[in-house]
């Protein structure tokens, strides 16, 4: 029986894998109650901006302008500012996780996410992702979004990596069966226990001492 190849890199998603989606729907919502503005109207010109801000061709105030401030409000830019970074937190057992794994089993790790520049940034610093990722397929930085399959081949190409020796935390099923049919294999995130057994089953795993995580009871 053909033995699987050994993972040696890992690629993930950042929202909603290492942290919280920085402004997604709840955000936004949430910002429109506290600065009290038409949530319908504000929502439409996200929609119609968000993307273009993501692929890095629109600044962090060029999207506010179009979305926020394209009217006098009764606030100011700083203000509104601060609540959008504000709304990113850490998932700290993930985050572990990750950090034991590459330490572990010496692994590629690296960020294919869909992310703003300006919130990128302040997430990288705030949270030191850049301690343990290697290096950050951000759509801002290479003006790809997934779910273009671009994002994954230029991940590979900058990996160096055999696709089928690549495990993708992804929390998106869509983006998840795209990098599957590229050869990389792939675990759909939902939460930590679930994905710490699919790691198990993948040969990747790390002590209950170390992680408390009721799915990792074998040995390495």
């Given at each position: 029986?053909?033995?699987?190849?050994?993972?040696?890199?890992?690629?993930?998603?950042?929202?909603?894998?290492?942290?919280?989606d920085?402004?997604?729907?709840?955000?936004?919502?949430?910002?429109?109650?506290?600065?009290?503005?038409?949530?319908?109207?504000?929502?439409?010109?996200?929609?119609?901006?968000?993307?273009?801000?993501?692929?890095?061709?629109?600044?962090?105030?060029?999207?506010?302008?179009?979305?926020?401030?394209?009217?006098?409000?009764?606030?100011?830019?700083?203000?509104?500012?601060?609540?959008?970074?504000?709304?990113?937190?850490?998932?700290?057992?993930?985050?572990?996780?990750?950090r034991?794994?590459?330490?572990?089993?010496?692994?590629?790790?690296?960020?294919?996410?869909?992310?703003?520049?300006?919130?990128?940034?302040?997430?990288?610093?705030?949270?030191?992702?850049?301690a343990?990722?290697?290096?950050?397929?951000?759509?801002?930085?290479?003006?790809?979004?997934?779910?273009?399959?671009?994002?994954?081949?230029?991940?590979?190409?900058?990996?160096?990596?055999?696709?089928?020796?690549?495990?993708?935390?992804?929390?998106?099923?869509?983006?998840?069966?795209?990098?599957?049919?590229?050869?990389?294999?792939?675990?759909?995130?939902?939460?930590?226990?679930?994905?710490?057994?699919?790691?198990?089953?993948?040969?990747?795993?790390?002590?209950?001492?170390v992680?408390?995580c009721?799915?990792?009871?074998?040995?390495?």
């Amino acid at each position: 029986m053909k033995r699987r190849a050994p993972i040696t890199c890992l690629f993930l998603n950042i929202g909603d894998v290492l942290l919280t989606d920085g402004w997604n729907h709840q955000a936004r919502k949430r910002a429109a109650t506290t600065f009290k503005l038409e949530w319908a109207e504000m929502e439409e010109r996200h929609q119609s901006n968000f993307a273009t801000y993501e692929e890095g061709k629109l600044t962090l105030d060029e999207y506010l302008d179009r979305v926020v401030f394209y009217q006098r409000r009764p606030f100011t830019r700083v203000q509104f500012r601060r609540f959008m970074f504000a709304q990113s937190k850490p998932y700290p057992q993930m985050i572990e996780l990750v950090r034991r794994l590459k330490s572990k089993y010496e692994l590629k790790i690296a960020a294919v996410s869909n992310e703003a520049r300006e919130l990128n940034a302040h997430r990288i610093r705030k949270f030191k992702l850049d301690a343990f990722v290697d290096f950050f397929v951000s759509s801002c930085f290479i003006q790809l979004r997934k779910p273009d399959a671009d994002i994954f081949r230029l991940a590979l190409d900058l990996a160096q990596t055999p696709a089928r020796q690549i495990v993708y935390l992804e929390n998106t099923p869509m983006f998840v069966q795209i990098a599957e049919g590229m050869g990389i294999r792939e675990i759909l995130h939902t939460d930590y226990q679930s994905t710490c057994a699919k790691l198990v089953s993948l040969g990747l795993q790390v002590g209950e001492r170390v992680i408390p995580c009721n799915q990792l009871t074998r040995t390495s």
